[in-house]
């Protein structure tokens, strides 16, 4: 029996009053709000933010990519899935899911903010709305909390309010707000997330300097370095034993793709038995690809090369997701894509990946409902 799907990365459209009606009142007048593009669309505004963040890639799913466009898009043109719960499941009954990991849009540029004080008002206020969308479908949506990570015992607490808030995770900001996440300053807080059995998410376009804004060439090769954050963040966890060290914390690393992870594995592996004397690597129990098999998580779209090496990954890590309804998603053609996609798979091996892994990570309360049963 196929299952309904489950998506382990879709995200929101912040609506106008996401900020603004939500956010610390101290922080009202500079809250991130919604102007006109200068094309005639929506953007946000956001202070510390270069330039306004454009809502047209935002809920751009289902477009023909030759539409595909950053400005002249208003926000009432948007799909209205994006930020209204109740309208959210009609149009992923289209694509077959049947629950979904929610994750931010404005919310992810927000993470490169300097002023770490305006960052966690924002934070703040994006949950608390965030908690009227899920509460909308209690049983398909589940939302991940954000957290500001100013200091290591605040990041602590505010791991606990997300999880009274009724959030499964926590998308963590690329760049905490003390030294980087290899100190061991930060084992209270592995700690507590494993406690509160809270997985943690590190999200593409959430870390600085991840190449977006810097490539050689045509700006379309910019694309080719989005997932290089992540794949920093996963190196640095491993070779500085934050896996050795707590054994059971789960790392998600959000639409950076798989394909890439055998080799990544295997480059790890050799520099730590060739360089780790004169390159001063920490000692590890276990070779870094153990680590990377057992406590972090993949997930990923339309990454077909997964599936073809999936035999060298660990297959209860991988997670499939449509994007919905961000540009770079499958929806609503979802279906056919695995059909092709997963061809290869054993009808086992696509629950796990599509349904079984992320209902287990989250502990998540939904039915595992026959595809067929979606399709009717």
């Known amino acids: 029996m196929l299952k309904k799907m489950i998506s382990s990365d879709s995200h929101i459209t912040e609506p106008p009053h996401c900020y603004v009606d939500f956010i610390d009142p101290k922080f009202k007048d500079r809250a991130p709000r919604m102007i006109d593009d200068g094309a005639g669309g929506s953007a946000f505004e956001v202070e510390g933010v270069k330039r306004p963040i454009n809502v047209g890639l935002a809920a751009a799913a289902g477009k023909d990519p030759a ?28 694509d077959g899911i049947a629950a979904e990991i929610i994750y931010p849009t404005v919310g992810m540029m927000l993470c490169n903010l300097e002023d770490m004080d305006y960052k966690k008002a924002c934070f703040d206020a994006y949950n608390r709305w965030l908690q009227t969308f899920v ?23 505010e791991l606990e309010e997300v999880k009274k808030m009724g959030f499964v995770g926590v998308m963590m900001p690329g760049n905490p707000g003390v030294a980087d996440y290899d100190d061991p300053i930060y084992d209270p807080f592995w700690e507590a997330a494993i406690a509160l059995e809270m997985p943690l998410s590190f999200h593409i376009l959430t870390i600085k300097a991840n190449g977006i804004e810097q490539h050689r060439g045509p700006r379309i090769n910019s694309f080719q370095s989005i997932i290089r954050g992540c794949q920093d963040i996963m190196g640095m966890l491993i070779f500085s034993g934050v896996f050795q060290r707590h054994p059971r914390l789960k790392i998600c690393c ?30 590890l129990e276990k070779l870094p690809s153990e680590y990377f098999k057992e406590n972090i998580y993949l997930t990923f779209q339309d990454d077909w090369v997964a599936f073809k090496v999936k035999d060298m990954l660990n297959i209860e890590r991988l997670m499939w997701a449509n994007d919905f ?13 695995l059909a092709e996609h997963a061809a290869e798979l054993t009808e086992d091996e696509r629950n796990i990946v599509c349904h079984d892994n992320v209902k287990k990570l989250y502990n998540l309360p939904v039915k595992e409902e026959p595809l067929a049963m979606a399709a009717e």
Do not use: C
Not at 135 to 157: H, K
Not at 255 to 283: I, L, S, V
Not at 325 to 337: A, F, G, K, N, Y
């Open 67 to 94: 539409d595909l466009k950053g400005r002249g898009i208003k926000f009432d043109d948007l799909w209205r899935s994006g930020w209204d719960g109740k309208a959210r499941a009609a149009d992923q009954d289209r």
């Open 135 to 157: 509460a909308d479908a209690p049983n398909r949506l589940f939302g991940l909390g954000q957290i500001a990570l100013r200091s290591v015992e605040e990041g602590i607490r």
């Open 254 to 283: 959000v639409e950076a793709d798989a394909g890439w992870a055998p080799h990544f594995m295997y480059r790890a592996d050799h520099a730590y038995k060739r360089h780790r004397f004169w390159m001063k690597g920490q000692e």
């Open 325 to 337: 309804p961000h540009s770079d998603s499958t929806w609503p053609w979802s279906q056919e894509i």
